[in-house]
């Protein structure tokens, strides 16, 4: 993004007036911050070019009924360049191709067909446990649908949230706290609140305000130097040393009530806490038709380990890729810094269900709003523009990217420790 100037400072935010940059106009958002859809992001991007991410991240012009900011407005700006570099230019005139040609249409059809999928795997589970709920195996064979099932609608929550199915926020959102805090049980309207700032700020920490991309920092490890300077408890050194060992096994074995107490410990909207009780109705309905204690906690338990894949999914697409600060994400370039912060994992195509689109991690932070079906068609696109640019388009499979990961938090580790023992 361009480096530009608000009020004569960059860096304040807190001047009087909030204005935005787009395509090298300044537009006042100091009365819109609080009413943002997307939250408080939009303060994070003040006194800045937000082009790309405004283009990117909304389904239509939302600026058409603003008014850019008068040049004889007495507190107004200085007026700024809008120049990005040749990389940007290519990708923002792909995503208006993208656009023009359909690739951002509604897949209401095939979203449908999946719904019905994910929701046939929860009958199935009823069904088998209802008349076999004494066999062993069935009840393995349960465990593991029900972690399948959590998994997906995990897949489409995220899709949802994301506007990809309807095109129509308020429906997509209905059926994203359907499928994310009904169906998956976590609170799909805090994921939302976070997920949106990860993607305009991916793998970004701002020491001034404090800020760490909130999908990108545990206090359980350090993934990157950058993050050193918010772990300063002796209970966050002791794990960041340990932190390649208890990677897997905390997101395995503990990842599921973890989230869920996260998502929870502020939620206060009543429509999510509505479809969270409904969620333990349907969960308890299911859990009971198991014999005995003993035979529903492991049931529930070995579910909530098989689920434990889905946050191994969503870190492993960041976590050995580089940090910025906010500066510096800003005179990157929205797309650069897409690419940069992302893998994209290989696999057939037969295997996309099971990435529910996160294989193709580079093309949705770039197009967060295209739906997942048509990532594997705009994936040779970019990765013709990233090599006409000489930048890195990161792909490799699965097992490479975990391997890569654990490598990485082993190494950062030992960064960690060799800084603690010089100081």
């Known amino acids: 993004m361009s480096e530009i100037s608000c009020n004569g400072d960059k860096n304040n935010n807190t001047a009087k007036r909030k204005y935005l940059g787009y395509r090298g106009e300044w537009y006042d958002v100091t009365n819109f911050v609080e009413r943002h859809p997307g939250g408080d992001i939009i303060e994070k991007f003040v006194g800045q070019d937000a082009t790309h991410v405004i283009d990117t991240a909304h389904s239509k012009d939302v600026l058409k009924s603003w008014k850019p900011v008068s040049l004889g407005r007495k507190d107004a700006p200085e007026p700024y360049q809008y120049d990005p570099t040749s990389f940007e230019k290519q990708m923002l005139a792909l995503h208006v191709k993208l656009k023009k040609n359909g690739f951002y249409d509604d897949s209401v059809g095939w979203f449908i067909r999946k719904f019905i999928i994910v929701a046939s795997l929860n009958v199935v589970i009823f069904i088998l446990l209802f008349n076999y709920s004494n066999i062993f195996y069935i009840q393995c064979l349960c465990s593991f649908l029900l972690a399948a099932f959590w998994q997906q609608s995990g897949m489409l929550m995220h899709d949802l949230m994301h506007s990809q199915a309807f095109q129509n926020r308020k429906i997509d959102e209905i059926f994203g706290v359907f499928f994310g805090t009904f169906c998956f049980g976590i609170s799909s309207r805090w994921w939302k609140d976070e997920h949106i700032v990860h993607h305009a700020l991916t793998n970004t920490v701002d020491y001034a305000s404090g800020f760490i991309d909130p999908q990108a920092h545990e206090d359980v490890w350090a993934q990157n ?99 910025y600060e906010k500066e510096d994400m800003h005179e990157t370039g929205f797309f650069r810094a897409m690419v940069d912060c992302n893998i994209n994992i290989v696999c057939p195509v037969w295997m996309d269900w099971f990435h529910g689109g996160l294989n193709f991690h580079i093309e949705h932070h770039c197009f967060p709003r295209m739906p997942r079906n048509r990532l594997r068609e705009v994936s040779p696109m970019i990765k013709k523009i990233c090599a006409e640019s000489g930048i890195l388009y990161d792909e490799c499979s699965f097992t490479s990217a975990l391997t890569r990961t654990m490598s990485h938090l082993k190494s950062v580790s030992k960064l960690f420790t060799a800084m603690k023992d010089y100081n």
């Not at 973890?258 to 410990?265: E, K, M």
């Not at 806490?273 to 492991?298: E, T, V």
């Open 225 to 323: 130097e950058k993050l050193f300077p918010f772990m300063c408890e002796k209970i966050h050194h002791f794990f960041i040393k340990i932190q390649y060992w208890t990677f897997l096994p905390f997101c395995i074995l503990i990842g599921r009530f973890g989230i869920l107490v996260d998502s929870y410990r502020l939620e206060r909207r009543k429509d999510v806490w509505l479809a969270f009780a409904l969620h333990l109705i349907w969960i308890s309905a299911m859990i009971n038709l198991l014999p005995g204690w003993k035979s529903r906690i492991l049931f529930y338990y070995f579910a909530s380990v098989g689920e434990g894949i889905l946050h191994i999914q969503l870190l492993m697409n960041h976590y050995s890729k580089p940090f």
